[in-house]
């Protein structure tokens, strides 16, 4: 018995409605595909040998009464449609913000939960004066220590730091006392050289729109503390993250360190706006330098609380043994027992706002 046209009409809806989920279906998976090769840091969304390999399967299985040529239009324009939501999606949200699958660390300290106090001299200068300052720290408990090696001086004729032997030296004093590592690198050559003496790689200021440098710290397995340049906007500053991210590296942990503003009575002015906005935002941990915000000893305490307040989850700052005599930054560094005080009463804010 034929079957009447009705009848035919409601399958032929039935399997259209099908159809219709399927297709949905397909393309949130595609949206997922997409998310996935931009975390792997795939700059091209589009792939014609996965296109044309589908295909061919997908005509291979087929039993008529389509022919191919009808069937191969009708997939082309699923894998036109499906690639269009995959670019819309990517321009919708950037990799820092979204939704991160691990956390982020240096060694076995994790950012994003309880505050972290990463402190140590502007500069690596003598084997004294950092087993003096490294062994101060850790007997502290401070677990991560800062000291610049290849120094990014406004002028010339200023301490440019010890290089690669500095680095050496503070390395093994460093593991000496069990402390982790961080120090600048000014430029993409020098990070592979330096890489095997570092915990963190700090990329400056000054160079936060080095995008060489960027993408080569996204291409190494080590975590990025990547500061705010000088003038740079949250905008400016979000897209050099992304540069990492994008380039491989998820590991990224944002620096404030003030920006250059009219004022004068201090270094820069500390954006304490634009911590709570990059928290709110992005999907990475962002710490605050209040000594290079600062510029001065005086302020250093309440600008730590406020940065832990609004919701960072460190601090940096300076010490050193002899401030005095430092070769760079002496009027912001602080003696060891300025620090010591700094610390504990630090310390002491921070268990005050976990409670
Ligand atoms: C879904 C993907 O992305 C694009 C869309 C495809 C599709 O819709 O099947 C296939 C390849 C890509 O051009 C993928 O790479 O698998």
Do not use: W
């Amino acid at each position: 018995m034929s079957e009447s046209l009705e009848d035919l009409r409601s399958q032929i809806t039935e399997i259209s409605l099908e159809l219709v989920r399927l297709l949905n279906e397909r393309a949130a998976i595609a949206l997922k595909i997409g998310a996935a090769k931009r975390k792997q840091g795939h700059s091209n969304l589009y792939d014609p040998i996965r296109e044309a390999k589908l295909l061919k399967q997908l005509l291979e299985a087929s039993e008529g009464p389509l022919a191919d040529d009808a069937l191969a239009h009708l997939f082309k324009e699923v894998f036109k449609t499906s690639l269009a939501l995959q670019v819309e999606d990517a321009h919708k949200q950037l990799l820092v913000e979204s939704k991160r699958a691990t956390a982020v660390h240096i060694g076995p300290v994790s950012f994003g939960e309880a505050p972290v106090i990463i402190a140590g001299p502007c500069a690596i200068e003598t084997e004294e004066q950092i087993t003096e300052i490294f062994a101060f720290l850790s007997g502290l408990d401070v677990q991560i220590v800062r000291a610049g090696a290849f120094k990014p001086r406004t002028s010339p004729y200023d301490f440019q730091g010890l290089g690669i032997d500095g680095l050496k030296m503070a390395s093994r004093i460093a593991k000496q006392y069990g402390l982790l590592l961080v120090s600048e690198i000014m430029d993409a050559d020098s990070l592979e050289e330096a890489l095997p003496y570092l915990d963190a790689v700090q990329i400056g200021a000054r160079n936060m729109q080095n995008f060489s440098l960027l993408k080569a710290a996204g291409a190494i397995n080590k975590p990025i503390i990547l500061k705010r340049g000088l003038s740079a906007t949250i905008e400016e500053f979000t897209l050099a993250a992304e540069y990492i991210v994008a380039s491989g590296n998820d590991q990224v942990i944002l620096c404030e360190r003030g920006i250059r503003t009219f004022e004068t009575a201090t270094r820069n002015t500390l954006d304490i706006s634009a911590v709570a906005i990059l928290k709110e935002r992005l999907e990475l941990p962002i710490i605050v330098d209040v000594s290079h915000a600062a510029g001065r000893k005086d302020i250093l305490l309440p600008l730590a609380k406020a940065g832990i307040a609004v919701g960072g989850d460190g601090i940096m700052i300076e010490t050193h043994p002899q401030p005095s005599i430092a070769l760079s930054d002496a009027q912001q560094q602080l003696n060891m027992t300025e620090f010591a005080s700094f610390y504990r009463e630090l310390k002491k804010f921070i268990n005050e706002v976990k409670k």
